[in-house]
């Protein structure tokens, strides 16, 4: 598995393994955020807190007040590598964030 680190520390950025329940009381390094931007069509935004789920994709709500242990039917996927209509996301630990 290749390993995603954060964008502002440098630090790995640690997945919730397959069959781990996602929770509040996860660990700094897997609370993260991210910045992205539909290409060309919107300016960049920060995502609410989310995980790294075992594909290595951003799983977080798209409003950057949320968060995803309140809102488990209205969590979006972000992949973590460019795309055809997305930009890359830039990962980072909500802790580096604040």
Known sequence: MRNIFCSLCGVILDPVHRGQTPSEH?????????????????????????????????????????QFHNLVDELETYPLYKTPNRFRAFTFHDACWR
């Open 26 to 66: 996860l660990s700094w390094i897997q609370k993260i955020r991210a910045v992205q931007s539909t290409l060309g069509t919107s300016i960049p935004l920060v995502t609410g807190l989310g995980y790294l789920n075992d594909s290595l994709e951003l799983v977080a709500p798209s409003d950057e007040e949320l």
